[in-house]
């Protein structure tokens, strides 16, 4: 590898991501013909604004510059204190989302990387993403070998599971490529096995209309149908059944070096503190004070009463 495409990779870690890798900016073939089924058969759920934005996504069109490389950085968000703390409560809140708001923490990690890489190539481009520019980052992250594409969807580490968020660099600084991991999900299902929406409908496909992620988060609607209120059972921000399952993720959380060191991504101190009844009776004041720099704020204060709502019916009609 060039020592420009490893001097990046280094700056990359000294700025505190986990993991890094670098691809060509492009999306092959085969996935944008993926992406394409997923928007023309609408499994985007009610997340409307995804088929926006198709040039970009698949030939990063109007970014201001042509993209040749994509800097692509992982971040590890498991707390070791997630297993903990959450054990005294029967609702669930997905582990990406118990600490600071990600977005905000990936940009500022990033910075050191970009100041050398603005310094150092003053004439050449760079755009960072973190959920906030309509790109597989997904895609990116398996063409520059951070991990493969798993029947759930999620980009799974061999050593390091999938606890990690994503974020890329698009850059017009021709650089050298890593190259892709081979899927080693083989004849396992039991990310699909365990989906009780059957959200992953196939191996590797995602019916996003289905998943409880999207259903806590996405949708925006503040009154769910019967199905979707059942399905929800003790989710009240995003799921992690997937994940949880997946043997990679049994092995990786068990080793330390694979939880986060990032205080941002710890759980909240007041979840230490606090109990269930208190965190589910949140006024709107209360709930906006909370969420303020976490990363459970994609949710208003209406529809955190609904998932607790359909919270509450779950608990009462499982346990009849
Ligand atoms: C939209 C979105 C969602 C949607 C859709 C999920 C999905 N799998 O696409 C919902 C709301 C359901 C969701 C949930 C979650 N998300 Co999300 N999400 C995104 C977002 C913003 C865009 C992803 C996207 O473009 N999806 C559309 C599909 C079509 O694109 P794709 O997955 O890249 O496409 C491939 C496959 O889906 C498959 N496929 C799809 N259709 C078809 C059809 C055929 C025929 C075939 C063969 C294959 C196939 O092949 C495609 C490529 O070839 C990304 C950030 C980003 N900008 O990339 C975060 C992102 C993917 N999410 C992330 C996370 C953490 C989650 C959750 C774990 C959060 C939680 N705990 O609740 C869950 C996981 C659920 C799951 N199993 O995916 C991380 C994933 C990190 C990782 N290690 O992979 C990301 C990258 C955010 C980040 N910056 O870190 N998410």
Request: charged content about 25%.
């Amino acid at each position: 590898m060039s020592s420009i495409s490893l001097t990046i990779k280094e700056k990359a870690i000294e700025s505190g991501f986990d993991l890094v890798g670098i691809s060509k900016a492009w999306i092959p073939a085969i996935d944008k013909e993926n992406i394409e089924y997923w928007v023309k058969n609408k499994l985007y759920g009610k997340m409307d604004w995804f088929p926006k934005n198709q040039n970009l996504r698949l030939y990063f069109e109007n970014i201001g510059f042509s993209s040749v490389s994509a800097i692509v950085v992982a971040s590890f968000y498991l707390d070791k204190e997630y297993y903990d703390v959450f054990k005294r409560f029967s609702f669930r809140l997905s582990r990406y989302a118990v600490g600071k708001d990600y977005h905000k923490i990936l940009r500022q990690k990033a910075k050191g990387l970009l100041s050398y890489l603005k310094t150092t190539f003053p004439n050449q481009k760079f755009r960072q993403s973190v959920d906030t520019l309509p790109i597989s980052e997904k895609v990116l992250a398996r063409e520059a070998g951070i991990g493969w594409m798993g029947k759930n969807t999620n980009i799974i580490h061999p050593k390091k599971g999938s606890y990690f968020f994503l974020s890329v660099v698009l850059t017009d600084l021709p650089l050298e490529y890593d190259d892709p991991m081979k899927d080693r999900c083989g004849s396992c299902r039991a990310c699909m096995d365990a989906c009780p929406t059957r959200a992953l409908y196939e191996p590797y496909k995602i019916d996003a209309g289905r998943c409880i992620s999207h259903h806590t988060i996405e949708d925006k609607s503040l009154e769910f149908s019967q199905d979707a209120k059942l399905a929800l059972s003790s989710w009240i921000y995003g799921c992690d059944i997937c994940q949880e399952v997946c043997p990679f993720n049994k092995v990786a959380s068990k080793n330390q070096n694979n939880l986060t060191k990032r205080k941002e991504f710890h759980v909240k101190d007041y979840f230490h503190n606090t109990l269930e009844t208190d965190f589910l009776s949140l006024n709107q004041k209360e709930f906006e004070e909370f969420v303020r720099d976490s990363a459970m704020n994609r949710i208003s204060y209406l529809q955190f009463k609904r998932n607790v709502d359909a919270y509450y019916h779950w608990k009462k009609t499982s346990h009849r």
